[in-house]
């Protein structure tokens, strides 16, 4: 019986591994203004569908990504594609970006593999080329209680431009956004559960799955909002 990822199983079916949308990921691609021939690198590019959005455009993506069962997924919807498209599976920190050698580069709800929101904009900024564009996705306080650990939307576009970026885009998560993300993450926990009653890890894996539950739902749910900011890095403006 072979040992399953948590997070594979909860987003074995996801397309968005992200608490927004394909209509609002669409939407920060306009504001990226990717374009024919545009270098994008991306960190922690999950099961590939923004990579291929981005591919389809007219880049040329490379994604960096741990978790080996969604690279292999990655890699198999850009071959079905047909999209200019590597994977390269690993540690985000351990692969070093030719500096300035990037048009966009992009990091969706992956910011811990940087070690951070400040340090992994720091990463960014210095892959991308002066006048690029970066969009990092982040979570932030909403309507909750003032958090020494989790900054406001505010403080997030300082950090931003204390990098030298302008922001010039912003696409937000809604309540009903993440509560689809969460759902699906449920529905394949107890799917999986379902279909594998004897598995070793079966407990295990419902048991993660019902405490994020709870966290989403006493933590998370209408306290914390989730946002995309799209910016110019240096450039002329600066
Ligand atoms: C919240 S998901 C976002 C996926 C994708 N960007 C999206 O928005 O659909 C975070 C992704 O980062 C990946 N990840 C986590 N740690 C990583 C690391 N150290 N290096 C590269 N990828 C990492 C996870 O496996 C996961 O695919």
């Keep these: 019986m072979a040992d399953v990822n948590y997070y594979s199983v909860v987003e074995s079916t996801h397309d968005v591994q992200n608490p927004t949308s394909e ?6 691609a306009d504001y990226l203004e ?4 545009d270098r994008v690198l991306d960190v922690g590019s999950g099961r ?3 990579n291929v959005e981005l591919a389809a455009r007219g880049a040329d993506v490379t ?3 741990i978790n080996e069962d969604f690279a292999a997924a990655a890699v198999q919807r850009a071959e079905q594609a047909g999209a200019a498209v590597r994977t390269v599976v690993g540690p985000a920190a351990e692969f070093e970006p030719e500096a300035g050698a990037y048009d966009v ?3 969706i709800g992956a910011s811990f593999a940087l070690d951070g929101y400040r340090p992994a904009l720091g990463w960014m900024c210095g892959a991308v080329r002066d006048g690029g564009r970066i969009a990092i996705g982040e979570v ?6 003032p958090d020494e650990e989790v900054p406001s939307l505010v403080e997030l576009v300082h950090i931003a431009e204390e990098h030298g970026v302008d922001v010039t885009g912003l696409v937000s998560a809604s309540v ?4 689809r993300y969460e759902s699906g993450r449920w529905a394949n926990a107890h799917r999986w559960a379902r279909d594998n009653p004897d598995h070793a890890q079966r407990q ?21 909002g989730w946002s995309i900011l799209v910016g110019v890095v240096g450039g002329p403006n600066r």
């Design 34 to 37: 990717v374009s024919p021939g």
């Design 23 to 28: 209509e609002k990921l669409r939407l920060v």
């Design 140 to 145: 932030h306080l909403d309507d909750g209680e």
């Design 176 to 179: 009903d956004d993440w509560d």
């Design 105 to 107: 580069v992009t990091c």
């Design 48 to 50: 590939g569908w923004w």
């Design 204 to 224: 295990e894996i419902l048991a993660q799955a019902r405490a994020n539950q709870s966290a989403y739902l006493t933590r998370t749910r209408g306290l914390l």
């Design 63 to 65: 994604g960096l990504e």
